[in-house]
Structures are given as C-alpha cells and as structure tokens.
C-alpha cells in the first residue's frame, strides 16, 4: 500500500531556483526544481522551495502548490565560501522544517546535502539527495588548467551518497559513477532523466527565425550555431570559437557563433579570453555575444538555429541538448557523461570523441551544407525530446518520495 505524500521541501542552498539559468550559478538545476515541483503541484503535493538569502523578503508563493522560502543565511558570499554558512542555513532549515511538517527533504547539489542530513536526521525525515554535478566526475573530465574540484566536496558527495535514504541520477552515466566511484548503494540509486518544456521549446515557423535574427543583431542570411549555457571553461567555449576558425579555413567561410550566457562568477575573465581568441584566429566578427536569455527567447533562438554546439566537458546529463531538439534543431555534441543518453546518434545530432577542432570543424561543415540531412535530423530530435516530460519526472519522484516514507 502506497503512503500519501502532501508536503516536500526541496532545497537549493547554493542557487535561487527562480534565478535565470545561464547567469551566475544558475543553469540546469534551476529548470529541474522549479520545473517538477510545479508538476508535482499539480499532483497534489504542496512544495516548498528552499533558498539560501542575504536579504529580501522570506516567503513568495510562485503559483498554487509551490511557495519559495528564502532562509537568512551569511552575507553576500561567493560560491566557494558557502560551506561556512551551511550549519546557520541548516538551523534556518529545521525551523522552517518545523512549522510546515515535510513528508520528504529533498536536496539539490551537495551544499544543500550538508545542511539538510542534519535536520532529516534530527526530525526523523527521509532525504532524498539529487547531485546534479559530480566532484569525481568533473575532475575525471577536466580539461588542462582547470583546478579540481575541491576535496570538502569529493567528501561530502560520498558521505551524503552512503547516507541519504535516495540518491537520484538523471543518466545512467551518473548512476554508475554513483554507485562506482561515490559509494551509493545500488538499491538506493534511481535514475529519473530530466523533462523538456515541448510547447515552449518547439519548431517554429521561418517568420519566426527572421524576427529572432532581427531582435539580437544578427544577419538574416548566414548560418547560426548556438552554444548555450554558463560561459566558463568546463562547457567549452574555446572548442566551439577553434572549430570555427578551422571551418573558416576549411571552406573559407563560417557561420555566426551565437554565445548565449553569462559568465559564472570567478570566470570573469573567461568571456574576454574567448574575444581575444576569436580575435587572434581571425574570426572575431563571426563570434556573437548575446547574454543570458530568457526562456522565450532562448526558445525561439534554438528554433532558428541550423546547429546547436554541446562542447562541455563533463554533463550528468545534457538539459540544453534536449531543449534543442525540442526546437527541432540537431545538436553536435562531445561523448561524455549522460551526453550520450540526451543526444542520441544519427537521431537528435552527432556525437564526437575527440576535442580536435578540426573534426568539429568537418562535422559542423557538412551539418550546415546538407540541408536534407539536417531537416531529417531537426525531425527526428522533436520526436526523441518528445520522450522527455516534467510530467512524467515529477510522477517517477513521486514513487520514490512514497518508496522512502516510513
């Protein structure tokens, strides 16, 4: 017989899960939370949004069912210093854990895992832990001169693994490292992929592209390759701008690299570093910073885009390839992590095991010079997002948050 689930605090120390995704430390994190708790919404269970604050109001109802829950915790601190403060958000936490009487904690990325073990133990509530980025998996991918991950968080990942009563993977590239290298146990570890907004991220009609192009100062009549997501050195901007400059001396041109994010904070000068690099190979006037866009727009820029570019070097799973298929745009990806398991060869894209740019250079080249093959592909990545549902994520947690209860 299945226990009834009415109340669920999901946290998120580290990162507002209204913050706009490719800003800050906002990304795919973001998208998740507030995407299945509204889901979940509809389901019955009333969802509690919890966030580390500085400031600023402490409860905000987002829509029927989820209210976001803004804990005072320290001051305006960088990413890398909240571990200090993870014990005062913790004791904010268990008040607030207190009054609303959770069924379930669920915590998003280790930092909150470490502020929420203590308060499900001490209430006697079962934690449901979801990493979404690994430490040991970083670190196994890192590309030269980028610093590991540190070594409070390899830790903390593996006691929070052994100890939460559900570890949740989104690929089974993550569940094996999981299980492997993190210690989870097997019996304990379920992988539920993240969804795809299909109504919002869809096909759209050729007026459409043209209104896109116009509205961020792009030229009407070239190619545009998207490569979206937080600008630091780990999504692999600088393979993206070298594959362009060798498709430029390929075949003598190139298409428009469209560059939509901001820069994570410490990787400041990271932007400037791939201005000056485009510069240096040439291609400068080819390369097109537009910043973090909102959904919409991000929407409708994949839309119009003939390829979208997923260079990074570590992705549990990969949520903006598949919001590109959704769009009916292919993706040129790198073979590793759950890459694999969003971007499905010869069906949504192409996959690479290699980081020369001039196989990315070749690759890209025939994807925008095929038409045929690249509308066939566009097609066939709708259908495969189309697998993908919030719906269908937030009913698989569900069964899990039921599966912990006591």
Do not use: C
């Not at 997002?385 to 719906?391: H, I, M, Q, V």
């Amino acid at each position: 017989m299945s226990v009834a689930v009415e109340r669920v605090a999901m946290i998120a120390m580290h990162t507002s899960p209204v913050a706009q995704p490719a800003t800050a430390d906002a990304g795919g994190l973001n998208v998740t939370v507030l995407s299945v708790a509204a889901e979940l919404a509809l389901r019955g269970v009333e969802v509690d949004l919890v966030t580390r604050a500085s400031s600023g109001p402490e409860r905000t109802e987002l829509l029927p069912g989820v209210t976001l829950h803004r804990v005072l915790a320290g001051g305006d601190l960088p990413k890398e210093r909240l571990p200090e403060v993870a014990d005062e958000f913790g004791e904010g936490l268990a008040r607030l854990a207190r009054q609303r009487d959770y069924d379930v904690l669920h915590a998003h990325y280790w930092l909150s895992g470490i502020a929420a073990l203590p308060v499900a133990l001490e209430l006697d509530r079962p934690l449901v832990q979801s990493f979404h980025t690994l430490g040991v998996m970083k670190n196994a991918l890192a590309g030269e001169g980028q610093a590991p991950e540190p070594v409070q968080r390899l830790r903390s990942e593996t006691f929070l693994a052994t100890q939460a009563d559900a570890v949740i993977a989104v690929s089974s590239a993550e569940a094996t490292v999981l299980i492997d290298d993190v210690g989870a146990r097997p019996d304990r570890t379920w992988i539920i992929p993240p969804g795809v907004d299909l109504g919002l991220f869809a096909p759209r009609p050729f007026a459409a592209h043209a209104a896109t192009r116009a509205a961020l100062g792009l030229e009407a009549d070239r190619p545009i390759v998207v490569i979206a997501g937080r600008v630091q050195p780990l999504k692999g901007h600088e393979l993206a701008v070298r594959a362009l400059a060798e498709l430029h001396a390929l075949r003598g041109w190139a298409p428009l690299l469209v560059v939509a994010g901001e820069a994570t904070p410490g990787a400041d000068g990271f932007a400037q570093h791939l201005r000056d690099l485009a510069n240096d190979l040439g291609v400068g006037a080819d390369v097109r910073f537009v910043g973090a866009l909102h959904r919409d727009a991000l929407a409708d820029l994949f839309a119009a885009a003939d390829v979208t570019l997923v260079p990074s070097f570590s992705e549990t799973f990969g949520l903006v390839a598949l919001e590109s298929a959704a769009s009916g745009t292919p993706v040129l990806a790198f073979r590793a992590g759950g890459l694999p398991e969003s971007v499905i060869e010869g069906v949504s894209g192409v996959l690479l095991g290699t980081r020369d740019p001039r196989y990315w250079a070749t690759e890209l080249a025939v994807l925008i010079e095929d038409d045929e093959r690249r509308t066939a592909l566009g097609l066939s990545a709708r259908a495969h997002a189309e697998r993908f549902t919030w719906g269908a994520a937030a009913t698989s947690l569900l069964g899990v948050y039921a599966g912990v209860l006591h």
